[in-house]
């Protein structure tokens, strides 16, 4: 596993972070620009912008190698919600929006230390993300940190069909 520093950001924080998140996103999808990826700077601001955002991004030195964001969901409005027929006893959901590691570090742990990072200490049950079904691998990935898929969703008209996958968090019962 790389080295690297890990800091913790909010909401409050995003106007000095906000470079960084799109520096990194633009070497990470350098050759996947399609108009939904050009579209980042949009969903950084969404994100950030509500109250319970929590980011956080690794360093190599004074290096960014990555990052991981999201926040609390909206009860009643998980992604996962749609594909569940009874919903856990404890439905709060962290709703994971990015985890990205520019190229450089990708296969080095990083994206692990983010992730665990990012979901360290949450009161919620529950954490949810959105996978594009073109990667196997990541999907794969996630499988190991114990994510389960539960179905599909496009949040756009032009974004791919993720499958949406639940995990429960450390210490809580997973969704299933």
């Known amino acids: 596993m790389t080295a690297i520093a890990l800091r913790r950001f909010r909401h409050e924080d995003l106007p000095g972070i906000r470079q960084t998140l ?3 996103h633009a070497d990470a999808y350098a050759d996947e620009m399609d108009e939904f990826a050009q579209r980042f700077p949009w969903f950084v601001d969404h994100w950030g912008s509500h109250p319970g955002f929590s980011c956080v991004i690794a360093y190599d030195g004074d290096e960014p190698v990555g990052f991981a964001y999201g926040a609390p969901a909206r009860p009643g409005r998980e992604w996962w919600r749609e594909h569940l027929s009874e919903a856990p006893a404890d439905d709060s959901t962290f709703s ?9 570090w990708r296969k080095t742990g ?3 230390q983010l992730h665990a990072a990012l979901l360290q200490d949450r009161p919620e049950a529950l954490a949810a993300l959105l996978v594009d079904p073109g990667h196997d691998r990541v ?8 994510y389960q898929p539960v179905g599909r969703r496009q949040p756009f008209p032009d974004s791919p069909n993720f499958l949406v996958m639940v995990h429960g968090l450390p210490g809580k019962p997973a969704a299933g």
């Open 96 to 104: 994971v929006s990015e985890l990205m590691v520019r190229p450089r």
């Open 110 to 112: 990083a994206a692990e």
């Open 22 to 24: 799109l520096a990194v």
């Open 139 to 146: 999907q794969a990935l996630y499988e190991t940190w114990g």
